[in-house]
């Protein structure tokens, strides 16, 4: 059974960072490679071949940043999840354009980081093909005949409330960032305001509590995240 256990690499040069990570991690079923510098990291890539990357962006003998691009350019394809202290929206923003699946800030809790590391591992087995059919909540989302509904009634959405939901839900559970909504709505648009009224027109429309909303949550700073599927189904 050791072959289905996933594999997750922590590159990260704190010692007590790592050691919280392979215990925490352990007890979640997850079975912890580690490296305290990019390079190392490099190595166990070609090595061991994790599931996914929890990354720093502050090692000692290359960025974070840099380390991800680099992979990336790599066509690299599993998910990574960047672990910061930095509490600096531009760099998170960076991580995430540049190819991060999530951030998760310093200190963390461990169920939460698990979630977000069973979320990302979600998106990769999926990308196979997209499922017609998203359903979270008393919201559902039929992808091939464009129908919203809530709490089992149709909910009538202009088009472009709709495209920007659709994103939303083809990424459901992970962070999107401003730009990345904008370039794949609107072609590259870089005012945030506007994209800001149609979150808002779909709150209005999806959430009993516009301003306290369940399904649309702001990511301050960063972007949105669509509250993650409970199914995803295929008829």
């Known amino acids: 059974m050791t072959?289905?256990?996933?594999?997750?690499l922590v590159v990260d040069d704190e010692p007590p960072i790592r050691k919280l990570l392979r215990v925490g991690l352990g007890t979640e079923g997850f079975a912890v490679l580690e490296a305290p510098s990019a390079e190392i990291a490099r190595e166990i890539m070609q090595a061991d071949k994790p599931d996914l990357v929890l990354l720093d962006l502050g090692l000692p003998d290359m960025s974070?940043?840099?380390l991800?691009?680099?992979?990336?350019s790599e066509k690299l394809d599993l998910p990574v999840i960047i672990l910061s202290s930095r509490t600096d929206e531009a760099g998170i923003v960076k991580a995430l354009e540049t190819g991060a699946d999530d951030y998760v800030t310093k200190p963390f809790g461990m169920k939460e980081l698990?979630?977000?590391i069973r979320v990302a591992l979600r998106h990769k087995f999926q990308k196979q093909g997209e499922k017609p059919i998203f359903q979270t909540g008393e919201l559902s989302v039929d992808l091939v005949k464009r129908i919203v509904r809530l709490k089992g009634q149709e909910v009538k959405l202009s088009p472009k409330e709709y495209d920007v939901l659709r994103?939303?839900?083809?990424?459901a559970g992970k962070v999107l960032t401003h730009n990345f909504i904008l370039d794949q709505v609107w072609g590259g648009m870089s005012d945030v305001q506007y994209l800001r009224i149609y979150v808002r027109q779909l709150r209005q429309k999806l959430e009993d509590i516009?301003?306290?909303p369940y399904y649309i949550l702001t990511e301050t700073g960063v972007g949105y995240r669509l509250r993650e599927p409970e199914t995803f189904d295929a008829d």
């Open 167 to 171: 994103i939303m839900v083809q990424h």
């Open 3 to 8: 072959q289905n256990v996933v594999k997750i």
């Open 68 to 72: 991800l691009s680099l992979w990336r």
């Open 64 to 66: 974070g940043h840099e």
């Open 114 to 116: 698990a979630a977000r």
């Open 210 to 212: 516009p301003d306290q």
